[in-house]
T-cell receptor, first 114, second 116 residues
Framework: SQKIEQNSEALNIQEGKTATLTCNYT??????LQWYRQDPGRGPVFLLL?????KEKRKERLKVTFDTTLKQSLFHITASQPADSATYLC?????????????FGKGTHLIIQP | KAGVTQTPRYLIKTRGQQVTLSCSPI?????VSWYQQTPGQGLQFLFE???????NKGNFPGRFSGRQFSNSRSEMNVSTLELGDSALYLC???????????????FGQGTRLTVV
């Protein structure tokens, strides 16, 4: 069966360190993989998208890698700050047109300790 | 410009009742998708509307329905509410159908539905 797995337990990182979040999937062939941030009581906010033929994508302190052989994406936040504390969701789009909607993981709760 | 607006923000209903949730997309956006978010299942796709037509539907029972109006505003309805329908219901709007290009989909703050 299809499955998207993210670290189910909260991830505690000290301020200034690099936070690395993992997204593993099985039985999917995503055309795109996306990362979102969600704060309590708010909707998800898009952060980064990476295509199946891309290995890495960067945006300011954020970096995403995509390994279609391992079926895994890693999401890095460098020089982490307490304001980065939130739940981070990965989402797959198999069709490239999103006609079936995005399929989300359950998210990883990241806590940056000052 | 104004973001995606969902109303109401919070709702408490009794089992067996029905409920209607509203979503006003960003001005100019014509596609609206709905998602259900629960701690156990995470975010799950309900359906997507474009130009007043449902393009696709997720794996939810027929008690969940929706529609889109000519001004792109969308409503979703849940009939015969069950305790398990308690969730955060999110809508996302985008210019065009599908969200595969990423960054094109903007989520509202959601409606928190509690069924008692």
């Amino acid at each position: 069966s299809q499955k998207i797995e993210q670290n189910s337990e909260a991830l505690n990182i000290q301020e200034g360190k690099t936070a690395t979040l993992t997204c593993n999937y099985t039985n999917y062939s995503p055309a795109y993989l996306q990362w979102y941030r969600q704060d309590p009581g708010r909707g998800p906010v898009f952060l980064l998208l990476i295509r199946e033929n891309e290995k890495e994508k960067r945006k300011e302190r954020l970096k995403v890698t995509f390994d279609t052989t391992l079926k895994q994406s890693l999401f890095h936040i460098t020089a982490s700050q307490p304001a980065d504390s939130a739940t981070y969701l990965c989402a797959l789009d198999e069709t490239g047109g999103g006609a079936d909607g995005l399929t989300f993981g359950k998210g990883t709760h990241l806590i940056i300790q000052p | 410009k104004a973001g995606v607006t969902q109303t109401p923000r919070y709702l408490i209903k009794t089992r067996g009742q029905q409920v209607t949730l509203s979503c006003s997309p960003i001005s100019g956006h014509r596609s609206v998708s709905w998602y259900q978010q629960t701690p156990g299942q995470g975010l799950q796709f309900l359906f997507e509307y474009f130009s007043e037509t449902q393009r696709n539907k997720g794996n939810f029972p027929g008690r969940f329905s929706g529609r889109q109006f000519s001004n792109s505003r969308s409503e979703m309805n849940v009939s015969t509410l069950e305790l398990g329908d308690s969730a955060l219901y999110l809508c996302a709007s985008s210019l065009l159908p599908g969200q595969g290009t990423g960054g094109d989909a903007f989520f509202g703050q959601g409606t928190r539905l509690t069924v008692v």
